[in-house]
């Protein structure tokens, strides 16, 4: 590959256990480069990593951990995130030693100027409508290469490949700016709600950012807005939306055994009778925007129409673990006001009668401080809630930052539990109804736990 010279030999991720950045390293080890890294916390992707892929991954931030292959700067490319704090000891190693260090957004933008882009950006929905275009193009006789943001349900994996194929679907991830550096010829903005504060201080400047990366279609590209978001500097090419009036839309919506039926108008063409594999209304609305990809790229509406009802969605995204007649239990990424209501309206809609009960772990001391009266009032939505300790991430604690700031502004019954606690009301009290556990932090190791002990309760 141009963007990498043809001295080296190795590249060397640091916080290679990241979903992007596994994606990376994954990709450039199937290019044939040694490739090693270090994350602060063993997980099940670092861990199928290590056992299944032969990657070799360290978990203390120490120098000597740094494998003598990859000490050499002539040699060895470093890629990191900017989770990475400053004063990590591996990432100062190589900062000291002149070694060619470069932030996995940078990566990412180089190899999507390789090919024909198709980036998906947006607050939320981006990872299901990334992953749903991936598939459509996959199972088409267009094809498609892809980095995704989540594990897809029906691969294993966060990455495609497919040489023949000039398309590379790719989650395009606003945070820390990243998505600025790519270079779409197909481009969705799914959503611009106030998040990341810590970053861009205001809505304003997070617009911008947007506005930035519309900016970055190319010449001839296209660009597609849910309907209701506007933009003011770009061209945009048209809007998608449910049941309302738009360039792409949905519409005679109907439920058929739990997942929904509906009918595609688009640019000169209609799809009708089409089934979404994946249950709830607001994949209706991620499925548009991911046939109006596809459509672009020149995938038919019979391999629409075949591939759509088989996606089966992405790991932890409306995941139903259990459901056996007594109780549901449903796993789900959601870690913003806006994502969490529109979860749980589409569980309402779907099992309108069912109790419901929901677990969250509030992902971040910022986005709490920013959004615990949104939280609060999306989490209401809800029977009854119970809430974890906040996942710090990359954050150290913020005084009076806590969940009781939540727990106390519900409109619902609300506590708050260790996990340990967690576990016992599950073994001993939950009988019945749907039970979510929602967070982008650590509470996905307690999702095969939960549904143990749920089917042996049964």
């Given at each position: 590959?141009?963007?990498i010279?043809?001295?080296?030999?190795?590249?060397?991720?640091?916080g290679?256990?990241?979903?992007?950045?596994?994606?990376l390293?994954?990709?450039?080890?199937?290019?044939g480069?040694?490739?090693?890294?270090?994350?602060?916390t063993?997980s099940?992707?670092?861990q199928k990593?290590?056992?299944e892929?032969?990657?070799?991954?360290n978990y203390?931030?120490?120098?000597e951990?740094i494998?003598?292959?990859?000490?050499?700067?002539e040699?060895?490319?470093?890629?990191?995130t900017?989770?990475?704090?400053?004063?990590?000891?591996q990432?100062?190693?190589f900062k000291?030693r002149?070694?060619?260090?470069?932030?996995r957004a940078?990566?990412?933008?180089m190899i999507?100027?390789?090919?024909?882009?198709?980036?998906v950006?947006?607050?939320?929905?981006?990872?299901?409508?990334?992953?749903?275009?991936?598939?459509?193009?996959?199972?088409?006789?267009?094809?498609?290469?892809?980095?995704?943001?989540?594990?897809?349900?029906?691969f294993?994996?966060?990455?495609?490949?497919?040489?023949?194929?000039?398309?590379?679907?790719?989650?395009?991830?606003?945070?820390?700016?990243?998505?600025l550096?790519?270079?779409?010829?197909?481009?969705v903005?799914?959503?611009?709600d106030e998040?990341?504060?810590?970053?861009?201080?205001?809505?304003?400047?997070?617009?911008?950012a947007?506005?930035?990366?519309?900016?970055?279609?190319?010449?001839g590209?296209?660009?597609f807005l849910?309907?209701?978001?506007?933009l003011?500097?770009?061209a945009?090419?048209?809007?998608?939306?449910?049941?309302?009036e738009?360039?792409?839309?949905a519409d005679c919506?109907?439920v058929?055994?739990?997942?929904?039926?509906?009918?595609?108008?688009?640019?000169?063409?209609?799809?009708?009778?089409?089934v979404?594999g994946?249950p709830?209304?607001?994949?209706?609305?991620?499925?548009?925007?991911?046939?109006?990809?596809?459509?672009?790229a020149?995938v038919?509406p019979?391999?629409?129409r075949?591939?759509?009802?088989e996606?089966r969605?992405?790991?932890?995204?409306?995941n139903v673990?259990?459901n056996d007649?007594k109780?549901?239990?449903?796993?789900?990424?959601a870690?913003?006001?806006?994502?969490?209501?529109?979860?749980?309206r589409?569980?309402?809609e779907i099992?309108?009668?069912?109790?419901?009960?929901?677990v969250?772990?509030p992902?971040?001391?910022t986005?709490?401080r920013?959004?615990?009266?949104?939280?609060?009032?999306?989490?209401?939505?809800?029977?009854?809630?119970?809430?974890?300790?906040?996942?710090p991430?990359?954050?150290?604690?913020?005084?009076?930052i806590?969940?009781?700031?939540?727990?106390?502004?519900?409109?619902v019954?609300?506590?708050?539990?260790?996990?340990?606690?967690?576990?016992?009301y599950?073994?001993?009290?939950?009988?019945?109804?749907?039970?979510?556990t929602m967070?982008?932090?650590?509470?996905?190791?307690?999702?095969h736990s939960?549904?143990?002990?749920l089917?042996?309760?049964k």
């Open positions: 590959m141009k963007m010279p043809d001295t080296i030999e190795n590249i060397y991720f640091l290679i256990g990241g979903i992007g950045m596994s994606a390293a994954r990709y450039f080890k199937v290019k480069f040694r490739v090693a890294g270090y994350d602060r063993l099940p992707l670092t990593m290590q056992s892929e032969g990657f070799r991954i203390r931030d120490e120098e951990e494998g003598t292959e990859f000490r050499c700067p040699t060895t490319l470093v890629v990191y900017p989770a990475i704090p400053a004063d990590s000891r990432l100062n190693f000291n002149g070694f060619a260090l470069h932030k940078e990566v990412l933008g999507s100027r390789q090919g024909k882009a198709i980036c950006a947006g607050t939320h929905g981006k990872t299901t409508v990334s992953t749903m275009t991936a598939f459509l193009l996959h199972h088409s006789a267009i094809g498609c290469n892809a980095f995704l943001g989540g594990i897809s349900a029906n294993g994996t966060n990455l495609l490949l497919n040489p023949e194929s000039p398309y590379i679907v790719i989650e395009a991830d606003e945070f820390d700016r990243s998505f550096h790519l270079t779409p010829a197909l481009a903005i799914t959503s611009m998040d990341h504060l810590d970053i861009y201080q205001n809505k304003a400047n997070l617009t911008e947007f506005e930035e990366f519309a900016g970055k279609v190319v010449e590209g296209l660009l849910k309907k209701g978001l506007s003011v500097k770009s945009v090419t048209g809007y998608y939306g449910v049941e309302t738009a360039d792409c839309y919506l109907r058929e055994n739990g997942c929904y039926a509906f009918d595609y108008h688009g640019r000169g063409v209609v799809i009708e009778n089409l979404c994946i709830g209304r607001l994949n209706v609305e991620n499925a548009t925007a991911a046939i109006t990809l596809a459509l672009e020149g038919s019979e391999e629409i075949r591939a759509l009802p996606f969605g992405v790991v932890r995204r409306f673990h259990v007649g109780r549901i239990y449903i796993d789900d990424y870690h913003h006001p806006r994502e969490i209501e529109a979860t749980l589409s569980i309402r099992w309108p009668e069912r109790s419901l009960t929901v969250f772990q992902h971040l001391y986005r709490t920013d959004f615990y009266p949104g939280f609060a009032k999306s989490l209401s939505l809800a029977d009854e809630v119970i809430l974890l300790d906040i996942y991430a990359r954050e150290l604690p913020l005084p009076g806590d969940s009781e700031l939540i727990r106390e502004r519900l409109t019954s609300g506590r708050i539990l260790s996990k340990e606690a967690l576990m016992e599950i073994s001993c009290d939950f009988r019945q109804g749907i039970l979510v967070g982008a932090g650590d509470i996905d190791r307690l999702v939960i549904k143990t002990q089917l042996i309760g």
